[in-house]
Nanobody
Framework: QVQLVESGGGLVQAGGSLRLSCERS????????VGWFRQAPGKEREFVAA????????YYADSVKGRFTTSRDNVKNTVYLQMNSLKPEDTAVYYC???????????????WGQGTQVTVSP
């Protein structure tokens, strides 16, 4: 059974940085891509970024492009989301998800982590 565990969330001031980690275990060969999503209170879950695990190809939502970077370390079975120049509107619960290919659509991902809270104060 694949498990994804996020870590690294917290409280930061606007303009600050955080790095989220998503560690994979159990049957990781069934995952070819990892996506990052976020959900703010009262809002729909939205796509943030995704990366393919073999070639490391990444793409991003327009709202985070140039500020967020996702990367992977296949030795550690971990994917990272480096978040710089954070804004209050980035406040949300952030989730990583594993699936067969890069996708912006949450329904394309089969495995989900428990989420980690990111709060950006003005």
């Amino acid at each position: 059974q694949v498990q994804l565990v996020e870590s690294g969330g917290g409280l930061v001031q606007a303009g600050g940085s955080l790095r989220l980690s998503c560690e994979r275990s159990g049957g990781t060969f069934s995952i070819s891509a990892v996506g990052w999503f976020r959900q703010a209170p009262g809002k729909e879950r939205e796509f943030v970024a995704a990366i393919t695990l073999r070639l490391g190809r990444a793409y991003y939502a327009d709202s985070v492009k140039g500020r967020f970077t996702t990367s992977r370390d296949n030795v550690k079975n971990t994917v990272y989301l480096q978040m710089n120049s954070l804004k209050p509107e980035d406040t949300a619960v952030y989730y990583c998800a594993g699936g067969p290919s890069n996708s912006w659509n949450a329904h394309d991902y089969e495995y989900w982590g428990q989420g980690t809270q990111v709060t950006v104060s003005p």
